[in-house]
């Protein structure tokens, strides 16, 4: 989800949260984040039983929480170009599972 912030009429920053994503992918996705131009905002484990547990940092069992990662850039062309990257990624590995299983 792309969100967009507006201080006084004007766009400061922008930011994307990526929702639900696998804990093997976030050395990457800083990474990328890092090399074009972004700054990784926060990190965030939900419990998926119990709504109100969220933490900041990765728990000692991280089974049964869904990562959030919020990016944020002063250019929002970034962005869109981070999720495109983190699109192809997940379709890439997708792929490769599959052919894994055939």
Not at 14 to 40: M, R, Y
Not at 52 to 68: A, K, N, T
Not at 70 to 77: A, E, F, G, Q
Request: hydrophobic residues 35%; glycine residues 2%.
């Amino acid at each position: 989800m792309l969100v967009e912030n507006y201080i006084n009429g004007f766009n400061q920053r922008s930011q994307i949260e990526f929702k639900n994503i696998s804990k093997d992918i976030i050395p990457w996705l800083e990474q990328i984040a890092l090399e074009n131009n972004c700054v990784v905002d926060k990190k965030e484990w939900k419990s998926k039983y119990n709504s109100y547990v969220i933490y900041d940092y990765e728990p000692f069992c991280s089974d049964g929480f869904e990562i959030s990662v919020t990016v944020s850039s002063h250019d929002i062309n970034y962005l869109y170009f981070l999720k495109f990257l983190y699109d192809n990624k997940i379709d890439t590995i997708e792929y490769l599972n599959n052919c894994i299983g055939d």
